[in-house]
């Protein structure tokens, strides 16, 4: 079976909207000239590059967003946002399957007789679709059969083992990923920590939600942001904390509640559809600032699109966010 094969399989179990070639949203403009914002009517426009959206029928919101607005709390996502990821992700998984030699029955992408590997199609399909390290082994096992490896020598067929094998997997690639991340090789997006620092020196509260490991995100915090930047941070919550992933929006309702400040007030900054679900979902509105993986995805729900943060000012984002809810 081929990658394409496999990421149609995985398309027809989750019933996944077909990608779009641009984004419909709140029109505006933004310019990397000035930070001043003006609503236009045909175009979206982020400096240099603008795109002309189809039509597109209007968006429901929900009567809360709609009361205030008011930016108090400004939530980051992690990976996709503060730093492009997932082919760092990408690559401790398939060291974490090669170090096992998990071989599954049925893969898509690699012979049963050599260890699993997520090729780049694939993985970019499934890391969009399906939140949490966790999740995606378990749903391409329950697809593709559960493996062998040196953990287990024949397929596990009991939750306890299952759960065993996931858990052993998932632990190592967690150790995997935070060498790459401790390498110095790594950087975050542009315009993230000039955005971060504007929200704090203006007042607002800063959080991070993420739906990685805890100890994944430490490191990648501490790392990327800097030691004084992730201890000043109001809230920060990872996949742990949670009983449920993204899209579920749990973790955006328990940072609000944690923050003290109502959903309505809080803006999201999100980089895939799953995300962008979990924040509205939540009653929060939502930029995303998109990635090479993400780009094609309908982000029709969000507030804002930006292919990155680095002509992005605060007062832009109250502006916007002003603009677009006393539209409504």
């Not at 001043?36 to 039509?55: I, T, V």
Request: proline share 6%; glycine share 4%.
């Amino acid at each position: 079976m081929t990658s394409s094969m496999a990421s149609s399989t995985l398309s027809r179990h989750l019933h996944l909207a077909p990608p779009i070639s641009a984004f419909t949203s709140p029109q505006f403009s933004l310019s990397s000239a000035s930070s001043s914002f003006s609503p236009r009517p045909h175009a979206l426009s982020f400096g240099l590059l603008s795109l002309s959206p189809p039509p597109r029928s209007a968006t429901t919101v929900s009567p809360s967003i709609l009361v205030s607005a008011s930016l108090q709390a400004l939530i980051f996502d992690c990976d996709g946002v503060i730093l492009e990821s997932e082919h760092l992700h990408r690559q401790a998984y398939n060291d974490a399957f090669s170090h096992f030699n998990v071989r599954c029955p049925s893969s898509p992408s690699t012979s049963s007789s050599q260890p699993l590997n997520w090729d780049l199609e694939f993985y970019d399909e499934l890391q969009n679709r399906i939140g949490g390290g966790k999740p995606k082994m378990r749903w391409y096992f329950k697809e593709y059969g559960w493996p062998t490896s040196t953990i287990f020598e024949t397929p596990p067929e009991n939750d306890a083992d299952r759960a065993k094998l996931i858990d052993t997997i998932q632990d190592w690639k967690t150790e995997r990923y935070q060498e790459i991340l401790k390498s110095g090789s790594v950087q975050p997006r542009p315009g993230v920590l000039k955005l971060m620092d504007e929200a704090k020196a203006a007042g607002k509260q800063l959080a991070v939600c993420s739906a990685a490991t805890k100890s994944s995100v430490i490191l990648c915090l501490e790392n990327l942001i800097g030691l004084d930047r992730f201890q000043s941070l109001d809230c920060f919550l990872a996949g742990d904390d949670v009983k449920e992933k993204k899209p579920d929006p749990s973790i955006y309702i328990t940072a609000a509640k944690r923050l003290g400040v109502a959903e309505r007030d809080c803006l999201v900054v999100e980089d895939s559809v799953i995300g962008l679900q979990a924040a509205t979902g939540a009653g929060m509105s939502c930029i995303v600032t998109y990635t090479s993986s993400t780009a094609n995805q309908d982000f029709s729900d969000a507030i804002a699109v930006f292919p990155d943060l680095s002509s992005v000012r605060l007062k832009d984002l109250e502006e916007l966010l002003q603009s677009v809810l006393s539209a409504k």
